[in-house]
């Protein structure tokens, strides 16, 4: 995890290593990558861990803004019960995509952080 996992998990409110590998493991689950296809095609995606059962989505987000997210939520999350992981670079992009889908009326969503983050849970577990 990057150095100062403990700052960006209370600066962007992550949820914990726990509830979001349970997540994880549930194919109910929905997990929204909101990095970048340059990001993704450089360090991976969760889309290819055997560990993650959950459904893979992405779209880009930036600090301030989600377009696509923000214009169809339910291209991403169909069900607004079903857990959401959502994980970025940092965990901070995460906290744009979360109001939107909270706005959207989704009830669990879970920031997971960055993706080097989930990937280091992964291998603990």
Known sequence: MMPDYEER???????TPQAVLKALSQKETIV??????????ESGSLASESAVKAQWKQTACT????????????????DK?????????SGRRVVKAREILKNYGCK????AGGYDDVMKMLKKE
């Open 81 to 89: 019960n079903a857990t959401v992981v959502i994980y970025c670079r």
């Open 32 to 41: 929204l990558d909101v990095r970048s296809e340059d990001e993704i095609a």
């Open 108 to 111: 669990t969503i879970l920031n």
């Open 9 to 15: 998990a209370k600066n962007y409110d992550f949820a």
């Open 63 to 78: 600090a301030t803004e989600c377009p696509i997210l923000e214009s169809d939520p339910s291209k991403f999350v169909g």
